[in-house]
């Protein structure tokens, strides 16, 4: 079991969505709050939400995870004041879709800056002293369904949230002897400000289409606190995999039990992508 009461928890993404979510959720618990985000404006807001509501936010400090110089500098900053963390949740990310045939260098490489190399700055400089303190400690890291599945449109972020999904899965390991926990969280569909956010290469996002399909994947998706209450559940029981709904889940069973049924949802959702693609106004020009 993991125990987040007296515990110090770094939380990055925790100005809005689930970063946000998780942030109230471990608050509860009874841990003192690490928290970062991009979105200094943001960040500012969550912390004073936290502290109103009687949470003790240590530190709240913006940065871009991206950037392993502000990252080692936060590290330094934690490590001074406060010491080794005991928990560690990176939540931070962003989504980008396209086909090959749209999608440019410079979302490619900014997918995997943010969402792989991100992570991975953090787990550079906050595990090493965790592991020093010797007293156990928890690592979270929130990958994604499309760490798990070849999801259409995908392939950048599937190529940060498969390497997360990696690096978390040789850490499982390496980390027991240390007493550290590792979790990996692959959520379905969340409505959170990461929806409106999305950069879908070469397709306007304000046509009538994709609005309609924007609105059918909220229909099927869980809120950022219905979500953020399930890893803080399964942080506590120590689970490796952990689901934020009940569709990734039999998904993945299916994936690895049954794959003509996977190969067939893949295909079948391929296909209903491209008859969004197909709909007039909905691709723009190169």
């Known amino acids: 079991m993991t125990k987040f009461d007296g515990k110090s928890c770094l939380i990055t993404g925790a100005a809005s969505g689930l970063g946000r979510g998780t942030a109230h ?11 970062t985000d991009i979105d200094a404006e943001g960040l500012r807001r969550t912390a004073e939400e936290l502290r109103a509501a009687g949470a ?13 110089t502000a990252v080692v500098a936060l590290a330094a900053k934690v490590h001074d004041e406060i010491g080794s963390v005991d928990i560690v949740m990176n939540v931070a990310g962003i989504a980008t879709w396209g086909t090959v045939d749209r999608l440019t260098h410079d979302q490619w490489r900014r997918t995997i800056d943010i969402d792989l190399m991100g992570p ?46 990696g690096v978390s899965e040789v850490l499982r390991f ?23 956010r999305v950069d879908i290469a070469g397709v306007d996002r ?26 803080v559940r399964g942080v506590e029981r120590n689970r490796y995999l952990i689901y934020t709904s009940q569709d990734i889940r039999i998904g993945h069973w299916a994936q690895r039990y049954f794959p003509p049924a996977y190969n067939l949802a893949m295909r079948g959702l391929n296909w209903g992508m491209q008859r969004y693609v197909d709909k007039p106004g909905v691709l723009r020009d190169r």
């Not at 959720?25 to 928290?35: D, E, N, P, Q, T």
């Not at 027991?176 to 979790?183: E, L, T």
């Not at 099927?220 to 606190?225: I, K, M, Q, Y």
Request: charged share 20%; with cysteine.
């Open 56 to 68: 003790t936010v240590r530190v709240a400090e913006a940065l871009d995870v991206s950037d392993h």
């Open 25 to 35: 959720a471990v608050a509860a618990k009874g841990a003192s709050l690490i928290l």
């Open 174 to 196: 390496d980390l027991r002897r240390h007493g550290i926990g590792v979790s990996l969280v692959c959520p379905g569909a969340m409505s959170t400000p990461m929806v409106n």
């Open 206 to 231: 304000e046509a009538e289409a994709v609005q309609r399909g924007l609105k059918l994947f909220l229909r099927h998706a869980v809120t950022a606190e219905q979500a953020a209450k399930s890893i």
């Open 120 to 165: 991975i700055h953090v787990i550079e400089e906050f595990l090493p002293p965790m592991i020093e303190a010797g007293r156990g400690g928890h690592l979270v890291n929130v990958s994604s369904a499309a760490g798990l599945f070849g999801l259409p449109w995908h392939a950048p972020y599937s190529a940060s949230k498969f390497g997360l999904r």
